[in-house]
């Protein structure tokens, strides 16, 4: 059977745990998801999760809150970082079996950007580094933002790209908060989507061509958006008075669609949905897919997820070079390492 490397998984490193309930232990919403959940910081409960599927190891990176959510200064912020990314350069040497790597955390709000914390962590053994789809509510695409871009297509490692979004960003207007979770259900699907249009329209993907983007949960909404986002945004500017986006769209390097298709890769996490795997897996190129699940995020505390898309990949029969790619050559090949023996 193939090995089968879940690429985007959350854990809390012992040390960073206990430093998190001591600074943010009150941190609502998916701060009180995360403290809820032992697979995301008991290590032998974690090992049970994966030792109980065959063929099967994981790939470990920071959860939330985002760290700029509770960090007070940039020092705080580069602290942090720091104790996160040494735990998982600890962790995973001891236990390789089963984690064969492991994520940096970094944050563009640190001094300078989280480029430092970036190199160190990539030379310390880290596979590519994780970021979220907005600073503290900031897009990506501010100018303070720069140092990190250049710095990471100069290294050619990937970008883990998490959404990010709370209650306190409102659906409507004339509200002070988001209701009913909705920040969550549709919330941070439609943040990755966002954040991904924004670097492109921003150019920040025309200048840094080198960027090596993996999406969270398939890129939420983007699959089945196709025909917004390629015939819809061929006539970006149309719908606009007061802004030149016309001449915006026609400076770009090539068509929107062919950015999202050919320059952003994603991850099969899509909460055990059927219908939502097979659209990213139509919409996306087969090199661009890598397995994930998102443990320990559902229902059963770690092991519905893995389960559900290891089923439904199974479900799709793909043939065993295209399985092999999608399971951990493509990941494999997005991070320049050798993962699997």
């Not at 760290?67 to 007070?72: S, T, Y």
């Not at 300078?112 to 970036?118: I, P, T």
């Not at 949905?273 to 059963?300: H, L, N, R, W, Y």
């Amino acid at each position: 059977m193939t090995m089968r490397v879940d690429a985007y998984t959350h854990f809390f490193p012992q040390k960073f745990f206990d430093k998190l309930n001591e600074v943010a232990g009150d941190h609502k919403d998916m701060g009180k998801r995360v403290r809820s959940l032992p697979a995301l910081y008991d290590l032998d409960f974690r090992k049970k999760i994966v030792d109980g599927f065959k063929d099967y190891q994981q790939i470990l990176s920071y959860p939330q809150p985002p760290i700029e959510r509770f960090a007070k200064t940039p020092k705080d912020i580069d602290e942090f970082c720091r104790i996160i990314n040494d735990g998982f350069a600890e962790l995973i040497a001891k236990e390789k079996d089963r984690f064969p790597g492991w994520v940096a955390q970094v944050s563009l709000d640190a001094a300078d950007a989280g480029v430092g914390e970036a190199e160190r962590a990539l030379k310390n053994g880290a596979l590519g580094v994780q970021i979220y789809t907005n600073v503290a509510g900031k897009p990506l695409d501010r100018p303070q933002y720069a140092p990190f871009w250049k710095k990471m297509n100069e290294l050619g490692a990937p970008i883990w790209l998490h959404p990010a979004r709370g209650a306190e960003m409102p659906d409507y207007i004339d509200e002070k908060k988001s209701l009913y979770e909705i920040w969550w259900t549709f919330g941070w699907s439609y943040e990755t989507a966002c954040a991904m249009i924004r670097l492109v329209y921003s150019k920040i993907m025309d200048t840094h061509p080198n960027l090596k983007i993996i999406t969270h949960h398939f890129a939420g909404i983007v699959p089945m958006l196709e025909g917004r986002i390629g015939p819809g945004n061929d006539v970006m500017g149309s719908r606009t008075t007061d802004e030149d986006y016309v001449s915006l769209r026609k400076s770009l390097k090539k068509r929107v669609l062919d950015y999202f298709k050919q320059d952003f890769w994603a991850d099969t996490a899509a909460f055990t949905a059927v219908p939502a795997t097979k659209a990213g897996m139509e919409f996306f190129p087969i090199d661009k897919i890598v397995f994930a699940s998102d443990c320990p995020f559902d229902p059963e505390g770690g092991t519905l997820y893995p389960r559900e898309t290891l089923r439904i990949m199974e479900s799709l029969r793909l043939d065993k070079v295209t399985a092999e790619k999608v399971f951990y050559k493509n990941l494999e090949a997005v991070t320049g390492k050798k993962l699997v023996k």
